[in-house]
């Protein structure tokens, strides 16, 4: 079946301007997660969604980031009024239900690549 | 505080020998689970293997094994039968049931595997 999808796959922006990247996760998967990955570094966590529940936000570096996520599809991270370092992989994951039990793997997408000029 | 530390420098493996990849963590929490993903040049995230910390047996996938010391906080990744596919870097995670399901990862190890 499809994957975690991501897109754009790439997005070059000014400094200042705001963006949108958008993640499709893998059909039932209630849990959906947003990570950033600097150059040459390990995943840091942004932000989690789970079916209604309020979403865990305490991984968001600043008031510039929000995310929405529209019942248990489709989800949109925003950054708004980038810096330069934003600049990173903004990488999406889904599991199934967020119970973290052994079957609770995060399935990754491709991830976007975000550069700030 | 780092939970996962990989602190191996980027490693040269011949194809069809093994390798063994080191991962130690921290936690205070008896139940957590442990990931190992795999990241080729090409950017996506692969899972690869999972140990829960009250699995009796270490975990096994095909040619992945995880060489599991609870007593130690290691969970080492080996990779047996080294293929030229395997080149990539290696991460990996800790999920923590207090800490909503999120993945804490460490920074990776470089592993090329060479003909």
């Known amino acids: 079946g499809a994957g975690v999808s991501q897109s754009p796959s790439n997005k070059v922006t000014e400094k200042g301007k705001d963006v949108e990247l958008r993640c499709d996760p893998i059909?039932?998967?209630?849990?959906l997660y947003w990570y950033r990955q600097r150059l040459g570094q390990g995943l840091e966590f942004l932000i989690y969604f789970q079916g209604n529940s309020a979403p865990d936000k305490s991984g968001l570096p600043s008031d510039r980031f929000s995310a929405e996520r529209t019942g248990e599809s489709v989800s949109t991270l925003t950054i708004q009024r980038t810096q330069q370092e934003d600049s990173a992989v903004y990488l999406c994951?889904?599991?199934?239900?967020?119970?973290?039990?052994?079957?609770?793997?995060?399935?990754f997408g491709p991830g976007t690549r975000l550069t700030v000029l | 505080a780092q939970k996962i530390t990989q602190t191996q420098p980027g490693m040269f493996v011949q194809e069809k020998e093994a390798v063994t990849l080191d991962c130690t963590y921290d936690t205070s929490d008896p139940s957590y689970g442990l990931f190992w993903y795999k990241q080729p040049s090409s950017g996506e995230m692969i899972f690869l293997i999972y140990q829960g910390s009250y699995d009796q047996q270490n975990a096994t996938e095909g040619r992945y094994s995880l060489n599991f010391q609870k007593a130690r906080k290691s969970a080492n990744l080996v990779i047996s039968a080294s293929q030229l596919g395997d080149s990539a870097m290696y991460f990996c995670a800790m999920r923590e049931p207090y800490g909503n399901n999120r993945l804490a990862f460490g920074k990776g190890n470089q592993v090329v595997v060479i003909p």
């Open positions: 059909s039932g998967h209630t849990a």
């Open positions: 994951a889904s599991s199934l239900d967020g119970a973290g039990g052994a079957t609770d793997t995060q399935y």
